[in-house]
């Protein structure tokens, strides 16, 4: 997987997020902001216009910008833990210029202790790590069973799916979300839900 892998899959999330954005922003409108969805648009559109400006030469630059462009122009919590978790993947990867599935798997666990890190959050408290944390241990495992890049892709996607999914019973214990209480029950966590979208656009960028 080289930059070009990794331009497609910011490209691929950007389109989801659009398509996504309405959907996205009535889940944060039953425990948040309402405005997870417009955040995450606005964010992931400007960092397509950041990469295409500064067409960065390896992955990790290429995350790094990312990172940072969402730390700037997302609002919110999600910008500052959305920016980190790309920050920390192009940190790790440096500038190597070709990723293998096995690093792409210990650049999502940097990922995700850096969201941990950040956000304070870990499995069953309610928020992006729901999705994440699942999706990181499918990776992982896959490329120990010595799957496919694409069939690798397809488990950590699958598994942050199905983590954000298992949000909905559970009762928000970090974020806005956790004012709520026993409100929050019944509610799948956007910010699991918007991981899983980007899970999913890592899997559609493996397809291509």
Known sequence: MNTQFFAAWIQ????????????????????????????????????????????????????????????RKVGGASGPLYGTAFREMGKLLGDTAEVSPGRLADALNAALSGVQRLG????????????????????????????????????AAAAAEEGAKATIPLQARKGRASYLGPRSVGHEDPGAASTALILGALRAAGSR
């Open 12 to 71: 691929e999330i950007a389109s989801a997020v659009r398509a996504q954005r309405d959907h996205l922003t009535q889940l944060d409108a039953a425990i948040g902001d309402a405005d997870h969805g417009a955040n995450l648009d606005r964010g992931f559109a400007a960092a397509g216009e950041a990469l295409a400006g500064a067409s960065p030469q390896t992955p990790g630059a290429l995350l790094v910008l990312v990172g940072s462009t969402l730390i």
């Open 120 to 155: 304070a959050a870990a499995e069953g408290d309610k928020t992006m790590v729901d999705a994440l944390a699942p999706a990181v241990r499918a990776l992982a495992r896959a490329v120990q069973e010595g799957l496919k890049t694409e069939e690798a892709l397809d488990a």
